[in-house]
């Protein structure tokens, strides 16, 4: 009877076993269709472009297909799967391709593609005046008001007063004025006031026997030389030629990174010293190289510069002189924070005294700066600007185009 008992007791717990494993069985079965479908394909998929990246493949494959996705416990394995599956598709080979250069913007038109940037704190200066000319009686105070919005504009008190006087015997001819005269009238004297004659190119084109152009960028701390340098780099790459970068800021190994990255992005070779080196041979090395290179021209960032202090100006003229060794420097190029407004001045005058500068580059006319700078650091060096920066973006440099300029500032 016990073995009765006993058999029966063993049957039961088998036959329980058996069924447990039965349903566990078809639970598993039931798994796995959910979690295959959605990403082993997918990520296979980008092998095909060149340019994508595994960080790209495995976050997209998994959103690919949000109303499939288990939730809860069940979405682990859907995402464990895809990345192995990343690895499995030779993304390896991808990765070992140089990163791709990047393609600068043409050039051309990049001012007035860029105006609105100008326009947005440049308003008081421009229409500002057109909506004061525009009033019905053009009274003492009205021409004090244009008076004092030109000044507050930076444009400086010579020039100023040159222009209110020029507009005062326009508008008495004029007699009555429409809205289009007094716009038209207003550009005109605007970019005279500016000036159309002088030249505002870039030597960059390499010399006859083969001697690369060399530019040299000079400036405060933080006027943008780095930035404008590395710019500037991109717009010659786009043009076609091939450009060496000078790291002759040696203050800083942050300053070399900085303007390497800049070169990396386009192709172009950046020279560069120990830190702490002395910056003269640095730009010495870089016009060597781009000698030895047949680059067609050679650009030298150099360190920001306390104006007011002497060693350092004296060294910027040490800097020259070394690299003048190969042939005369082509561009000294003055960068200037246009926000600084007449501090600019200022710097502008010191540096003029330490090397004869060639052209002005004017930064950050996107933010708050006010145009009449343009005018004033004319002026003040004899020397045209002839690039302006209107952002941090990498092509966020243009030529200087009067017409342009004025365009923006006082509107259609
Ligand atoms: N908004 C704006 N920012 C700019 C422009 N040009 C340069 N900057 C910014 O200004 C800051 C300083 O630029 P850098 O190029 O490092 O200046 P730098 O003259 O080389 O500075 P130092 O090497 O320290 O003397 C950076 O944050 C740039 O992105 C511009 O046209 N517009
Ligand atoms: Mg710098």
């Known amino acids: ?77 859907t995402v464990a799967e895809p990345t192995e599956t990343v690895e499995e598709v030779e993304l390896p080979a ?11 913007e043409p050039t051309a038109g990049r001012l007035v593609r860029l105006r609105s940037r100008l326009s947005r704190s440049q308003n008081s200066l421009g229409k500002g005046l ?8 053009l009274d003492e105070d009205t021409w004090e008001e244009i008076e004092e919005t030109l000044l507050t504009a930076d444009v400086g008190v010579a020039p100023t007063q040159e222009l209110v006087d020029k507009l005062r015997t326009r508008v008495k001819v004029l007699g009555t004025r429409t809205p289009e005269e007094l716009r038209g009238l207003l550009h005109e004297e605007l970019v005279a006031l500016i000036g159309t004659d002088a030249d505002r190119s870039l030597k960059t084109a390499k010399h006859e026997g083969g001697r690369p152009a060399v530019v040299l960028v000079v400036g405060v701390n933080g006027v943008g030389k780095t930035t404008t340098s590395g710019k500037l780099g991109r717009v010659l790459v786009a043009d076609g030629r091939k450009v060496v970068l000078g790291a002759a800021d040696t203050f800083r190994a942050a300053a070399a990174d900085q303007l390497q990255t800049w070169g990396e992005r386009v192709g172009a070779q950046t020279v560069r010293g120990p830190e702490g080196g002395d910056p003269a041979s640095v730009a010495f090395d870089a016009v060597k190289e781009g000698i030895a290179e047949q680059a067609d021209t050679v650009l030298i960032d150099t360190a920001g510069r306390l104006h007011t202090k002497t060693g350092l100006m004296d060294e910027l003229g040490k800097v020259k002189r070394v690299v003048e060794k190969h042939g005369p420097v082509d561009e000294v190029l003055l960068v200037l924070d246009a926000t600084t407004g007449q501090n600019g001045l200022v710097q502008a005058r010191v540096f003029a005294e330490v090397v004869d500068i060639t052209g002005i580059v004017l930064t950050k006319l996107d933010g708050t700066a006010k145009g009449g700078i343009v005018v004033a650091v004319q002026r003040e060096l004899g020397v045209p600007v002839k690039l302006i920066g209107l952002g941090e973006g990498a092509d966020d440099l243009a030529p200087f185009e009067p017409g342009a300029f004025v365009d923006a500032l006082i509107g259609d």
């Not at 959910?34 to 990403?39: D, F, I, L, W």
């Not at 991808?94 to 791709?100: I, L, M, R, V």
Request: glycine share 6%; no cysteine; hydrophobic share 45%.
């Open 130 to 137: 057109l909506t004061l000319l525009s009033r019905e009686r």
């Open 1 to 77: 009877m016990e073995y009765v008992i006993l058999a029966v007791v063993i049957a039961v717990i088998a036959i329980g076993a058996v069924a447990g494993l039965v349903v566990n069985g078809r639970r598993q079965k039931q798994l796995p269709p959910k979690s295959e479908a959605p990403v082993i394909t997918k990520p296979a998929e980008p092998k095909a472009e060149p340019g994508a990246t595994a960080t790209v493949a495995p976050t997209a494959a998994p959103e690919a297909e949000p109303g499939e996705a288990p939730v809860g416990e069940q979405a682990a394995p």
């Open 94 to 104: 991808a990765a070992e391709e140089a990163p791709a250069l990047e393609v600068p």
